[in-house]
């Protein structure tokens, strides 16, 4: 009974909380809110690739999250709420608006940035010779394919307009494929609004692959076929364009050379006729892999093939080029291949705006952190406005002349410097770098461009007034960004630790471990990374205007930062010393922005021309451009002009290091050896 009685209560229980919950889910009335997106100039926007998120009062999860299918879009909501409507186009964020819901629908206007034209120019290593017909995917930075194309004959794709970036964390990623063969892939495209641009890209694959292109058969039992002429190997392009190998030696191995680049079908003839017990074969002859083995099939019904003589397709006859001092085919040596990036794998604060009177308190306080931890800050200085706050300057001296502080020139006003002549923007920089040095008794080589725009009038203009460093942004700017041998180095701010938000007119602080991840990003792509940091999303905001009072939540985020660096031993540096802390690093992905490679055919050279099947100067100038390139290290020596002819020791040297006999310390001693006499000229 007393069970019973339990249960009966715990079942009213029940229903009553049930009852109280949907009361209070249908207590809560809903109106309609209209979203109508246009365009900056006034356009209504195409529903294609566009969505938007809803969010409720503070709430950081959406209420509503859709692609947008008409534009105006009508959605439900529940009225007596605030509403912030995000919304994204290919992907990028490109506006938010606000709205408060109550008893009557609403309208909500959210205007958008105009989109930005992007086309791509594709050439092969040399940067001169185009590829047509390659296939460039752009894709958003989540992965979402946006748009696909082929280039033409120019290596030009069609001009695609695309929605502008603004977030520092928004970009584009450009894919360069044969057929489904990655070539290259172009990280961080940045588009601004209303504006065209090109941007070139560089396929790291020759137009003509020189190296020996290697074919093994292999049958059912995966056992190597040996010395058997019967056999031959075709190889196809798509253009109808065929190569057909010599004959088989007596290692098992076909030879091809001087292939150009591109996708080919494989097959395996005997008797002239194609063997069904080799399936045909796709690959990628692009001088990233160059040794193919081909494996027998279990067999399977006989197929009927057409009559091969019909064909009126011209074959290529290739016969391996046959030294009269080594009568056989070139041995195939294994090659030494590893890759490498010249990386600093560093980090350099740049604050940007200082001057006068302007949150002085905060500039102070993001001044001092640095400089109490013995961090490396540059600071970028708009000298128009700098030099009569007094405990500002005092400051800045005290700073600089502890080594704590590098200064950059940030121009005399706000003013972009694309709105002048090349001449104007030398008078300008002369006439600041001037002030500057009156003011703090330095001369800048830095420079941070007003707006962070600047043209090829800008750089030639910081050329001829001694500048060694520009620092805009990505926004701006686009890799490669080289880490040595430059007369103007450009190192762009990777990210920031605040964005600017338009809809709000005021730029807000973001979360360390956004900026952290970010600048890791930027130091795998490029070797360094550049954070920039504004007084303003230090400083607190009341009443729409920044308060001369620092932001303890936001200055907290930046010793996060910090710590986040260091723990993971990344070094902060100055800005203008990033290039003088490079290395060499081995790299395990194939499209780095700054790739070295000792090439695969170093190996294969070294035994060929011990062997006689290449002459002495193609030998010795690849390995002048391995030296000249820092891919091979020598130690010091002292550069001979005698050039005398090279010793038998040094070519069976060659050879043995070829074969593996002997170490790479002992090989380079030949090459020292060779710049001691002169027979190969380097830098030393």
Not at 117 to 132: A, C, H, R, S, W
Not at 497 to 507: A, F, L
Not at 645 to 664: R, T
């Amino acid at each position: 009974m007393f069970n019973f009685r339990i249960l009966q209560l715990s079942a009213l229980s029940i229903l009553l909380s049930l009852v109280l919950s949907l009361g209070v889910v249908y207590s809560e009335e809903s109106n309609l809110l209209q979203i109508d997106i246009k365009y900056t100039n006034g356009d209504r926007i195409d529903a294609y690739q566009t969505n938007f998120k809803v969010y409720q009062d503070n709430e950081k999860t959406p209420i509503v999250e859709k692609e947008l299918e008409t534009n105006p879009e009508t959605i439900s909501l529940p009225i007596n709420h605030k509403y912030k409507v995000e919304v994204y186009v290919n992907g990028m964020f490109t506006e938010v608006g606000y709205v408060e819901l109550k008893e009557s629908s609403e309208q909500l206007d959210v205007n958008i940035p105009l989109p930005g034209g992007l086309k791509f120019n594709v050439f092969f290593e040399d940067g001169e010779t185009p590829i047509e017909n390659v296939i460039v995917k752009i894709k958003s930075h989540q992965g979402e394919i946006q748009r696909i194309g082929n280039t033409d004959e120019n290596g030009d794709t069609l001009r695609y307009w695309l929605q502008s970036t603004s977030r520092p964390n928004d970009y584009y990623v450009a894919e360069v494929y044969y057929d489904e063969f990655l070539l290259t892939s172009i990280p961080n495209i940045k588009l601004q609004q209303g504006i065209s641009q090109e941007q070139k890209i560089i396929v790291p694959i020759p137009e003509i692959v020189e190296e020996l292109i290697v074919f093994r058969l292999f049958d059912t039992s995966h056992e190597k076929i040996l010395n058997n002429e019967d056999f031959y190997v075709l190889i196809e392009h798509h253009d109808g364009q065929k190569f057909k190998s010599s004959t088989m030696n007596h290692r098992g191995e076909i030879y091809f050379s001087s292939i150009p680049s591109g996708i080919y079908s494989i097959s395996v003839l005997k008797d002239e006729s194609k063997q069904d017990l080799w399936p045909e074969t796709k690959i990628a002859i692009t001088g990233n892999q160059n040794e193919f083995d081909l494996i027998q099939e279990n067999p399977v019904a006989p197929k009927i093939e057409p009559d091969s003589s019909s064909s009126a397709e011209k074959v290529i006859e290739i016969p391996m080029k046959q030294n009269s001092s080594s009568p056989s085919e070139p041995i195939v040596y294994e090659p030494s291949k590893e890759n490498y990036q010249l990386t600093c794998n560093c980090v350099s604060f740049r604050i940007d705006g200082v001057q006068d009177y302007w949150l002085n308190e905060v500039q102070y306080e993001l001044i001092n952190l640095f400089s109490k931890n013995n961090i490396p800050l540059t600071a970028g200085v708009i000298i128009d406005s700098f030099g009569n706050d007094p405990y500002l300057v005092s400051l800045v001296k005290k700073e600089v002349g502890r080594h704590n502080l590098e200064i950059a020139n940030h121009g005399s006003d706000s003013k972009p410097f694309t709105v002048f002549d090349k001449q104007k923007q030398s008078d300008l920089l002369k006439e600041s770098n001037k002030k500057i040095f009156e003011k703090l008794n330095v001369s800048p080589k830095i420079f941070i461009p007003p707006e962070n725009r600047f043209n090829e009038d800008t750089k030639s203009a910081l050329i001829e007034n001694g500048f060694t460093y520009l620092s805009a942004s990505m926004l701006n700017d686009s890799p490669p960004f080289s880490l040595k041998d430059e007369t103007l180095y450009r190192f762009p701010a990777v990210t920031t630790t605040g964005e600017y938000v338009p809809s709000q007119n005021r730029i807000l602080g973001i979360e360390s471990e956004t900026t952290y991840g970010e600048a890791i990003e930027g130091i795998d792509m490029y070797g360094f990374a550049v954070i920039t940091i504004h007084p303003q999303e230090f400083s607190i905001y009341e009443g729409g205007i920044y308060q001369n009072k620092i932001n303890s939540d936001q200055l907290n985020e930046l010793e996060t930062l910090i710590d986040s660096l260091r723990s993971k031993n990344i070094k902060i540096v100055f800005l203008g010393d990033i290039n003088k802390n490079i290395r060499m690093e081995i790299q395990n992905t194939p499209n780095s922005i700054t790739p070295y490679s000792i090439p695969s055919w170093i190996k294969n050279n070294a035994g060929w021309w011990r062997d006689g099947n290449i002459d002495d100067s193609s030998f010795l100038h690849g390995i002048e451009f391995l030296i000249k390139e820092g891919i091979l290290q020598i130690p010091p020596t002292t550069q001979g002009s005698g050039g005398s002819e090279v010793p038998s020791w040094i070519k069976e040297n060659a050879g043995w290091w070829a074969e593996g006999k002997i170490s790479d310390e002992d090989f380079i001693y030949g090459v020292n050896y060779l710049v001691n006499q002169g027979i190969i000229i380097v830098d030393v």
